[in-house]
Structures are given as structure tokens and as C-alpha cells.
């Protein structure tokens, strides 16, 4: 029994398990904190996503209300706000006079207290015309709000990791023949990674369901400079494209040959062009030179191919979707269509929309700044 401890003795006794269990306490304690502040962090970040989510839907929906107050238009008024009440994650939708007289207003007791209110001026030909109120379900909410990742597993996992090194250098004297293990018989090469379809393919499997019972005819077809992505800017781009779709009532349908296609269940008006135009701000802040066609004909991949070399970039769209809508044109080209279909058009007249104007870019330039940022 003696001998037993004296052996058990003489081992803590080493220099190096002293330092090995130190460490082992110091990597614990720093990882305890660091998740802790990690954690803090986290939730403000949360909290700040949940308020610009919340005020960039207000803001969108209040800037379209200010001549339909000043025209006393209480139909379109009812419908908007009606509109808006139907979206899940609303629970009242409000319309109010600037002089705080009730418009009209619909709510939905059964969802809870559990709300975030949110206010936004509506205002015409820079006038005051009213204001508008929403109120948004915490719960309901949620699943359109992007998830903070967890750094906790990481964090543990790293310090493990330098604990597993530091016990390996500390042990390898008394391990035979342990330098010869790390003696490479052939070099290594790794394999550079690739970003290029690392969005394309979780939107694809978000959206496969939708896709697969959804058959609308409208269409969005995006080519960009995929290549550029790193790992900083694909997350952006995966921000991008999960704050951008839902609200846009848009799905990723397919992704063929560098060119990603976009599926729309809503309809085409001056309104959601304005989001096109934020969408492909966005993905030039990201130095991806982003070129957008929006279409209704059936187009096959070779055909987007040999469009996407003769158009330059822009935002273009089949000419007749502008014949109800006061779409601002640059010009208007005519490309001829060879395929098999004989229902399609052989001859397709596609349009450039006109470049914004700096007061265009200032109205959304901070929605742009809340996809990207």
C-alpha cells in the first residue's frame, strides 16, 4: 500500500503532469468564460436581427400607403392592411390618420401577448399622412429569423485539441519510436476548397418541397460570378438569400450551369421590381456581377447560355410584363428563339431596365446594408 502511493506520488510530482493538469484547468475556465461572453453576444446580435427584420418589413409596407391616405382610397387601404394581416408572422395589422384616427385595423387575439410592435410613418410627397402599425408573433416569427450559430461545441473541441497536443509533447519521451510516426512516406495535398455551389445546394434542399408542388410559370434567372465566394462572403450570400426569399414570396427552383433560377408566386409590379433591384444591389456589394433576366417563357439551359453572352448586365424582363406595369425601360432588344417547343414564341423581346438614379439608391440603399450586413 505504501509503494502504491509513493509511485502515485513521485507521478504528480512530474514536471509535466503538473502542467498538463494546470492547462487542463486554465482551457476549462477559458472556454466556461468565453462561452459565457459568446452567449451575451449571441442574443444582442439576436435581438438586433429580430428589430431590423421587424422595421424593414414595416418600412416596405408603410412607403407604398402615402397616396392611397392622401387619395382617401379606404378600399386599398382595407385590402393592404388586410394583406398584410394575412402574413403568418403578423398578428394585427393597423392603418392610422397623423391625426391618430383608426383607418383600419385587423387583429388576431388568439395568437398571445407575446408581441413586438412596430411602428412606421407613412408619408406622401414628403408629408405626413399617417402611420402604420404591426404587430409580429415572437413565435411565429422565429423560424423566419436566421439562426445565430453555437460556438460552444467549437470552443470545447479546440481546447480539447491543444490539451491532446500539449499531452502528446509532454508523453512523447516515453513513447517508443514516437518521431518516426510523424515522418511523411508521401507529401500531401489539399484539396482547395470550393464555395461556388455551397448556397445553391441548401436552398435547393430548403426549397425542394415547394419546388416540387409549386407550378407557376414566372420565372428568375440569375448569372454570377460564383467563383468569388469565400467562406465570408457565401455566408453573407446564404444571409442574403434567406432574409430576400420568404418576405419576396420566392423559392431557388434549379441551379444548371453556373446559373441559378428563381421560382415567383407573386405578381410582377413596380412593387417586387424594387426588390429585384435590391437583391442584385446586393449581390454586386458582394463582387459577384450579378446579370438577372425575368421571364415567363419556357427557356431550356442552352438558350439562358446564349442569352446571358449577348445581354449585358442589367435587370431584363420579357417585354409584355411591362404592359400593365410603368416599369422605367433603358431599351428594348429582340432575340430569336431556336427550340423544339411550338407553343413558345420564336421571337422574344426582352427589356433593360433603367439604371437607378442616386434618389432610388438612397430609398433602398439601407435595405440593401440589412440583407448583406
Not at 226 to 238: H, T
Request: aromatic fraction near 10%; hydrophobic fraction near 45%; proline fraction near 3%.
Amino acid at each position: 500500500m505504501a509503494s502504491d502511493n509513493n509511485i502515485i506520488s513521485q507521478f504528480f510530482r512530474k514536471t509535466s503532469v503538473r502542467l498538463l493538469l494546470f492547462s487542463a484547468m486554465v482551457l476549462f475556465l477559458a472556454s466556461f468564460f468565453i462561452n459565457l461572453w459568446l452567449n451575451y453576444h449571441n442574443q444582442l446580435q439576436r435581438q438586433s436581427f429580430l428589430s431590423q427584420y421587424s422595421h424593414s418589413i414595416v418600412n416596405a409596407a408603410a412607403s407604398q400607403l402615402g397616396n392611397l391616405i392622401a387619395n382617401n382610397d379606404y378600399d386599398a387601404l382595407n385590402s393592404v392592411a388586410y394583406d398584410l394581416f394575412q402574413q403568418e408572422e403578423i398578428a394585427k395589422a393597423a392603418i392610422y390618420q397623423k391625426d391618430g384616427t383608426l383607418i383600419v385595423q385587423h387583429s388576431d387575439n388568439s395568437i398571445g401577448k407575446k408581441t413586438l410592435s412596430v411602428v412606421a410613418d407613412i408619408a406622401f410627397s414628403e408629408q405626413k399622412q399617417g402611420y402604420l402599425i404591426l404587430d409580429f408573433s415572437e413565435q411565429k416569427i422565429a423560424p423566419f429569423v436566421q439562426q445565430l450559430p453555437s460556438h460552444q461545441f467549437m470552443i470545447w473541441l479546440i481546447s480539447g485539441l491543444i490539451w491532446g497536443l500539449m499531452f502528446v509533447i509532454f508523453t512523447a519521451k516515453t513513447i517508443p519510436n514516437f518521431i518516426n510516426w510523424f515522418k511523411p512516406s508521401q507529401p500531401i495535398i489539399k484539396a482547395q476548397p470550393k464555395f461556388e455551389s455551397q448556397l445553391l445546394k441548401q436552398l435547393l434542399k430548403r426549397n425542394l418541397q415547394h419546388k416540387q408542388s409549386n407550378t407557376h410559370q414566372d420565372l428568375l434567372a440569375i448569372k454570377a460570378d460564383w467563383s468569388k465566394l469565400d467562406n465570408r462572403r457565401n455566408n453573407q450570400l446564404v444571409q442574403l438569400f434567406n432574409r430576400w426569399l420568404a418576405p419576396n414570396d420566392c423559392y431557388a427552383k434549379t441551379m444548371k450551369q453556373q446559373l441559378l433560377i428563381l421560382g415567383i408566386n407573386q405578381t410582377i409590379n413596380d412593387a417586387f421590381l424594387t426588390q429585384i433591384r435590391i437583391l442584385r444591389w446586393a449581390l454586386e456589394e458582394l463582387k459577384l456581377s450579378p446579370t438577372i433576366l425575368l421571364h415567363t417563357t419556357d427557356i431550356s439551359s442552352d438558350i439562358y447560355q446564349t442569352y446571358f453572352q449577348v445581354i449585358e448586365p442589367g435587370i431584363w424582363l420579357e417585354q409584355h410584363l411591362n404592359e400593365l406595369n410603368t416599369f422605367e425601360i433603358d431599351r428594348t432588344i429582340e432575340l430569336e428563339i431556336d427550340h423544339d417547343n411550338q407553343q413558345a414564341p420564336d421571337l422574344l423581346e426582352l427589356s433593360l431596365l433603367k439604371p437607378l438614379n442616386a434618389q432610388q439608391r438612397t430609398a433602398i440603399e439601407r435595405q440593401v446594408r440589412f440583407l448583406i450586413n
